[in-house]
């Protein structure tokens, strides 16, 4: 099965600065990589996706990058703000189909804590 | 609003009394799952179903079973809760259409059991 490796554990930034966190997946059947941002005590929340046929996307001040041929996927958060402090997963996963219906099993990696500093 | 709703929220209770968490969603959803989050582990699924009557094992399935006779729900049970089960459990969703495509899943806000 899929194995999703993710590193730092944990991330401390100043205020301003940019932050990388940076995953590894196993299986080359992957095609989907989401990101997600949990608060403390809240539920974890999409912040940005990816799809294999891109290599990267951005949204105001994340973007997210795809490697494929070397099976790595980073989330690039610019111009930090404290409110950016939250644990951080990153995903991966393969869509299976059957009779029609599509649905991707979603392997997590292990969170990054992102403490940004004022 | 769309959300998707686990209850309890916390419950503290004992070594081999059955419990259900219960998750509903009201997206019409037909992709549901189940994810355990413990520190240092991320989220780890549990069991997952793709429509009403078709569940399947996620990677830690043991010691949990579910079901899932209507669309909108899909409760978790543990028959027999041992301390190992004590985590935090968070019920997702997300709609399922053909076409080789992956859709984002929404969570719940989570089900804190301790179990002694």
């Known amino acids: 099965g899929e194995n999703v490796e993710q590193h730092p554990s944990t991330l401390s930034v100043q205020e301003g600065d940019s932050a990388v966190i940076k995953c590894t997946y196993s299986?080359?059947?992957?095609?989907?990589f989401p990101w997600y941002k949990q608060e403390l005590g809240k539920r974890p929340q999409l912040i940005i996706d990816?799809?294999?046929?891109?290599g990267e996307k951005k949204d105001q001040r994340i973007a997210v990058t795809l490697n494929k041929t070397a099976k790595h996927f980073s989330l690039h958060i610019t111009e930090t703000q404290p409110e950016d402090s939250a644990v951080y997963f990153c995903?991966?996963?393969?869509?299976?189909?059957?009779?029609?219906?599509?649905?991707?099993?979603?392997?997590f990696g292990q969170g990054t804590i992102l403490t940004v500093h004022p | 609003e769309a959300q998707v709703t686990q209850n309890p929220r916390y419950l503290i209770t004992v070594t081999g009394k059955k419990l259900t968490v219960t998750c509903s969603q009201n997206?019409?959803?037909?992709?549901m799952s189940w994810y355990r989050q413990d520190p240092g582990l991320g989220l780890r699924q549990i069991y997952y179903?793709?429509?009403?009557?078709?569940?399947d094992k996620g990677d830690v399935p043991e010691g949990y079973k579910v079901s899932r006779k209507e669309k909108r729900n899909f409760p978790l049970i543990l028959e027999s809760p041992s301390p190992n089960q004590t985590s935090l459990y968070f019920c997702?969703?997300?709609?399922?259409?053909?076409?080789?495509?992956?859709?984002?899943?929404?969570f719940g806000d989570g089900t804190r059991l301790s179990i002694l």
């Open positions: 997702a969703s997300s709609i399922s259409r053909g076409g080789n495509s992956n859709q984002p899943q929404h």
């Open positions: 299986d080359s059947a992957s095609n989907y």
């Open positions: 990816i799809r294999s046929n891109v």
């Open positions: 995903a991966a996963s393969e869509t299976h189909d059957a009779g029609g219906t599509s649905y991707g099993k979603l392997t």
């Open positions: 997206m019409n959803h037909e992709y």
């Open positions: 179903s793709m429509n009403v009557e078709v569940t």
